[in-house]
Structure formats: structure tokens, C-alpha cells
């Protein structure tokens, strides 16, 4: 399997990226255009894994060192291809001078991100009526 990450801004990757973002939270979840698409995305460094050259998932790193949209399509679950996502747009955050990465977890997701080292803080929460909880990662 042929795995290339690219990494970019809007202009560069968002047609790629939204199709992804499109299918996994606005199709499959149910999530609600107007939240999708937030207006933050011009500001954002956009990641973008692609398999056999096919855009199959995305994440966004904010300025700010959150970690946003993680979408990898259904037919790449369970291969790996988020943790390698995770693990570049991480590698991104550090080469941009961050100490730590934040991210909001779908909750069926915190056992995910407690493998790359994340912990979850704070009360469970609503968004998009998904259930979330706060995540942070510090450096080493």
C-alpha cells in the first residue's frame, strides 16, 4: 500500500480535504453544514493522507495547536491510516513551535487518542449533538 501525507493550506488541499469532511461528518454523522464548515479553515495547515493516490483522510492543525476534523473514510478504517494522519499532523504542531496539542474526541474515540498519548480532561459535552471531551498531549 502506497501511502503519501501531504501537508497545505485551503487554497492547496481543501477540495480534497472537504470531500472527506463531507462524507464522514456531514453524511455519515449527520453533522450540520453550517457547523462543518466554520470559517476557520483559511487558517488552518490542512493534512491530507492520501492511499494509491486516492484523498482517503484529512485533519486540520488550528494556529493555536488544536487539532480539528480528523476524518478517515469508512473503506480505510482499520488500517492504521489515523494513527500515521496523527502522527504527521503532530510532527506538524511540533515543527510550528507548539509544546502541546488539544483536540475535541468524539468519545467513542478517547481510546484512540490515549494511544498516541493524549488525556482526557473536563465534563463530557455536546457538539453537533455528538458527544465530546477535551484531549491535551504535552511534548516531551
Known sequence: MTLEI???DWATLGA????????VFIEEQQVPQDEEWDGRDPRCLHVLLRVEGRPMGTARLLPDGHIG???????????????????AVME????????????????????????????????TFLDANIPHR????TFQ
Not at 515543527?95 to 473536563?122: C, K, W
Not at 477535551?134 to 498531549?137: A, D, G, V, W
Open 6 to 8: 501531504a501537508s497545505g
Open 16 to 23: 480534497a480535504c472537504s470531500a472527506i469532511r463531507k462524507t
Open 69 to 87: 476534523r480528523v476524518a478517515i473514510l469508512r473503506e480505510g478504517r482499520g488500517q492504521g491510516l489515523g494513527l500515521r494522519l496523527m502522527e
Open 92 to 123: 506538524k504542531a511540533r515543527q510550528q513551535g507548539h509544546d502541546a496539542v488539544h483536540l475535541d474526541a468524539q468519545t467513542y474515540a478517547i481510546p484512540f487518542y490515549e494511544r498516541l498519548g493524549f488525556v482526557a480532561h473536563g465534563e
Open 134 to 137: 477535551h484531549m491535551s498531549l
